[in-house]
C-alpha cells in the first residue's frame, strides 16, 4: 500500500488501517501504515533521483508524461471503479470527470513541461549580463485530502514532476488506492524509479512525520484549513516553502436579470457536486428579493428528481459520502440550524432505498438538502459543511448581495448570475475569490489555475501558474567586461593604487 522506489511495499508502522466502501460499508483493504523510517526511505528514494530527474530535458519529461497519459487512458475503467468503491462516489462522476480530468491534467502538463518561462537575458546595469533560470526546488512532500483522491494527486505530481521535482505524496489514509495506482503508471510509463513516491497512513503520525523531515524541500498541502495553518506552523521555524490549498464555502450571487432556469439547474449541480464534498461547492445562494422564491421553489424541485442509489450503477446521480463519521458531521449542522429556527425546504434525512430499489441502509447516503430562514452569522452560513447542503438568503441591492457573498473567512470560489455584461464585471472585481464564475459554478480548464484568497490559502494548482510554487527563479549575473578593477569597489575599500595584484 506504500510506493516507495519504484516498488509497493507493506508499511512497517504499527497502526492497521482500512479503506471502507462509504456506500456499503464493506472492507477493500487493510493495511499497516506507514513508519517514520518508511517516510525516511521515500524521501531518500526521492533526494537520490532529483539529480537526474531535474536535469532531464524538458522534452523526456514531456514524453514520460505523455506515455503516462496514455496508459491511464487505459486503465480508466478500472481507476473510475477503484475511485467510485473507495470515496462513495456515482461512477458516472468517476467516468466522466475524476478520470478524464486527471488524463486532460496530465496531457496538460507534458505540454507545458516544455514551456516553463524566465526572463529573456539581457544588460540591466552596463558591465553584466543577467539571465533568469527556473529551477525545481527539490523534493516535495504533498498531502492530499479524500474528496477527488485521485485528481487531487494529480495536481499535486504533476506541476511538480513535470518543472523537474520528485515527490513524495501521502493521500488521505481512507483513500489512497487510486494514488498508489497513479505511481504506477508513472513508472510503468518511463518515469523513473524514486521520482513519484507515495506514502500511506494517518495526518498527525504520516502527514507530519513527511512535512517535517529535514530532506523535504517545500510542502504543498491540500484539505482543511485547520490542519493547513498547523503544518503551516510546524514548517515555519526552518521556512519551508508552503504551498496551501484550504477550505471554502463559496457563495452563488443572483441578480434579479439572471437566468431563473439557468441559475436553478447550477445551483443544484455546484451544490451536488461529489455530494457536496467540494471545496468549491455552491453553499450559499443569495437571491436578489424579486427571484428568491421562485429561486427556492425551482432548486427544490431539482432537487427532489436527483436519484440516490447504488454507487456504481451509471443511472445514480448521488452516491454516498466519505463516512458515515461525515454523514453525521452534516447532519449535525441541519440539525443545529433547525433548532435555531432554520427550514429544510427539501432533505435533511438519510434515505434508506435508492431511486432503483437498492438497499442503502449500510452507507453513508445523505439526502439533497435546501434550508432557508437562516441567519448570516450562524454556523451554517459561516462554516464548511462538506455535505449537499444549500443555503438560501435574499438580498436587495448589488452592494449588500456582494457583501454578504464575500462575508465569510473563505475565498475559493463565487459565482455571479446576471444577463448584464457590466454587472458581471463589476462583480467579478468585488467578489473576493480565487475563481469567479459568470452564470456557472464549478466548471474547470486545466490550463486554468485553481487556488484560493483569504483563508482558503494561497498558490495554485493547475496551469502554467503552479509552476510559480515549485520553481525557484535564480538570477545569475555575468560579468562581461573581464575587468580585474571595479568602479563600484571604491565605495568598500579605498582604491589609491596602493592594492596589489593577486599572486
Ligand atoms: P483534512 O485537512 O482533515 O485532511 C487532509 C489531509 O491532511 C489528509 O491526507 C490527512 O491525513 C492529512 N492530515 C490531517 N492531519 C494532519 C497533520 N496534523 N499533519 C499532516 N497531515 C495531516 O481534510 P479532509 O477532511 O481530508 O478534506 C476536506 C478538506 O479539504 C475540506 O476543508 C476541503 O475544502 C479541502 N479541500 C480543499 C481543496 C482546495 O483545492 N482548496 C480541494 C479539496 C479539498
Redo the contacts with the bound molecule.
Sequence with gaps: MQFINGKTAAGTGPEQLTVLNPATGDVLETYPEASAGDVDAAVNAAAAAFPEWSRATPADRSDALHRAAALLRERSAELADAETRQTGKPIRLSTEFDVPGTIDNFEFFAGAARNLEGKAAGEYVPTHTSQIRREPIGVIGS??????PLQ?AAWKILPAIAAGNTIVV????ITPLTTVALAQACLDAGIPEGVVNVVTG???SV??AL?THPGVSMVSF????A?GT??MGLVAPVAKRVHL????KAPMVVFDDADLEGAIRGAVAGALINGGQD?TAATRAYIQRPLFDDFVHGVADVMSSVRIGDTMSMGTDLGSLISLRQRERVDGFVRRAEAEGAKIEVGGTQPAVGWDGTDLSRGAYYAPTLITNVDQRSEIVQH?I?GPVLVVLPFDDDTEGIRLANDTSYG?AASAWTRDLQRGLRASRELQAGTVWINDHISLASEMP?G?VKQ??FGK?MSTYAFDEYTTVKHVMVDITGASRRDWHRTIFTDDGAAKAPR
Excluded at 143 to 148: G, H, Q, R, V
Excluded at 245 to 248: I, P, V
Design positions: 498531502i492530499a485530502p479524500w474528496n477527488y487531487m501521502k493521500p488521505a489514509e494517518a495526518g498527525p502527514g507530519e512535512v491540500t484539505g482543511s484549513t490542519v498547523r503544518i490549498e484550504l477550505g471554502g471545496c464548511e462538506f475559493l485553481h484560493g482558503s490559502g494548482d
